[in-house]
């Protein structure tokens, strides 16, 4: 009998977002199925994708700890709220993947612009202001693309075309079929 785990639990052992693992699903790298709304991965397609998979699933990936003081008190307004930015999969990786760099990173302010936009457009009502946030996030991944390829960063450039910016790309996607629903509507 095949081994299934949820995606949650696959993404904190793996170490990849959830959104990352639904885009290898796509693409076929890893076997995947949908019962009702939740998703489940196969045990075994995971390991072609990680070198080793701990026996036992850990605690789901956090923010890191360095976070600035005003983000954290952002965080904690919205926690109140009901929801939070921080768990907006693409927003949590880029942070993780911005703080992990050095600190005088060529690439650093591109990053910094498009952590700025994605949560901008998080926050935004009007669809349009949000699609616009979104793509000036994606724009601002690119241009960090293009740093770390002149520099020649195949660790950072892997995580920006595999990850990244798929899911800035998807959450433009969403916002798109959203804003046809609502002209569609009317």
Not at 66 to 71: A, H, Y
Not at 76 to 92: F, H, I, N, T
Not at 151 to 156: M, N, P, Q, T, V
């Amino acid at each position: 009998m095949e081994d299934w785990i949820c995606l949650k639990e696959a993404s904190a052992m793996t170490g990849k977002s959830e959104r990352t693992l639904r885009h290898y699903a796509v693409e076929g790298k890893i076997q995947v199925k949908k019962d009702g709304r939740f998703w489940s991965c196969n045990r075994a397609s995971l390991q072609k994708i990680s070198v080793s998979l701990p026996p036992t699933p850990s605690v789901t990936p956090s923010l890191p700890k360095n976070i600035p003081v005003k983000f954290q008190q952002k965080m904690a307004e919205e926690k109140r709220r009901g929801r939070r930015l921080a768990e907006l999969g693409v927003y949590a990786e880029l942070m993780t993947f911005y703080f992990k760099l050095p600190s005088k990173n060529t690439a650093g302010p591109y990053l910094r612009q498009s952590i700025d936009g994605i949560a901008l457009g998080y926050y935004e009502f009007n669809i349009t202001m949000k699609l616009e946030h979104f793509r000036l996030a994606r724009s601002s991944l690119v241009k960090a693309l293009v740093v770390f390829q002149m520099e020649k960063h195949s660790g950072a450039i892997t995580q920006l075309e595999d990850s990244l910016i798929p899911g800035v790309s998807g959450l433009i996607r969403r916002m798109e079929k959203m804003g046809e629903r609502t002209h569609a509507a009317r």
